[in-house]
């Protein structure tokens, strides 16, 4: 019914604009962002490192039993409506917290009754190019590279936000050329 985000940062930007959009595609209709929980199913996002509420909404048992990049998702009752909390310790948690959400949404799984907790295995997930300067690929079985070297960093095209938003929505935290 509504989109309560916490927190202002690139990450938590990105955070919302992920669960607005995503939310957008796959219910057919934009869902608002809200300033307050007045209906059921209101989805908060936001960090314990950035905002009281999601604290108090989390409980301090479940704030050390995820790191950084970790989130919880969780159903939950605040102000006596139901709501769906999305949380992490840190703004990069929420990001994949959300990722995930969209994800338990694409795939038809129940979303009454959500408690899952989760964090990354490993700290660094990265993915390997092989690219080279000239725009070849050292392994160049798929053509040239996706960068633009020669544009780089004073002109971004649109599919490098792609790229990385693909990539942050499986958990790939880190890219090598």
């Known amino acids: 019914s509504g989109i309560l985000t916490e927190g202002r940062s690139a990450t938590m930007n990105a955070a919302s604009h992920e669960l607005q959009a995503g939310l957008a595609g796959l219910l057919g209709n934009e869902i608002q962002f809200v300033t307050g929980v007045t209906s059921h199913g209101t989805v908060i996002a936001g960090s314990t490192a950035n905002s009281a509420l999601v604290r108090s909404l989390i409980g301090s048992k479940t704030i050390n039993t995820v790191n950084g ?20 310790n840190e703004d ?15 795939q038809h ?14 700290a660094i997930r990265v993915l390997n190019h092989w690219d080279n300067l000239d725009r070849t690929v050292e392994r160049g079985y798929a053509g040239f590279s996706l960068w633009n070297w020669h544009t780089l960093p004073g002109y971004l095209m649109q599919q490098y936000t792609d790229y ?14």
């Open 92 to 106: 990069t948690g929420v990001l994949y917290g959300v990722f995930h959400f969209l994800q338990l949404l694409q």
């Open 69 to 88: 990049e970790g989130f919880v998702i969780r159903t939950a009752v605040y102000n006596k409506k139901k709501i769906i909390l999305i949380a992490g």
């Open 164 to 177: 990385a938003r693909a990539n942050a929505s499986v958990g790939i935290n880190g890219t090598v050329f």
């Open 109 to 122: 799984k129940q979303i009454a009754e959500l408690n899952i907790e989760t964090s990354p295995a490993t």
